[in-house]
């Protein structure tokens, strides 16, 4: 939430001093959001790849009773 208000704090300074780019801001934000879409979700099949990679490489030790100490 306090990112939010940040955010319009500083668009409205933003609007006050430079309007045209305020605007083009507002009208570039949501363009930009639909463009980082596929990059996060290539970023979560990786992650998700990483994480099946180490759970095939640790289960050797889990199965011989291995554990992370506390």
Known sequence: ????????IG???LLVLC?????LALVL???LWVISIPLRLV?????AIFAL???ILF??????GW????
Do not use: D, E, N
């Open 1 to 8: 939430m306090m990112k939010i208000l940040i955010l319009f």
């Open 11 to 13: 668009w409205c300074i």
């Open 19 to 23: 309007w045209p780019l305020a605007v």
């Open 29 to 31: 934000l949501p363009l």
């Open 43 to 47: 970023g979560m099949v990786f992650h």
């Open 53 to 55: 990679l180490r759970a």
């Open 59 to 64: 289960l050797p030790a889990r199965l011989f």
């Open 67 to 70: 554990r992370k100490s506390a």
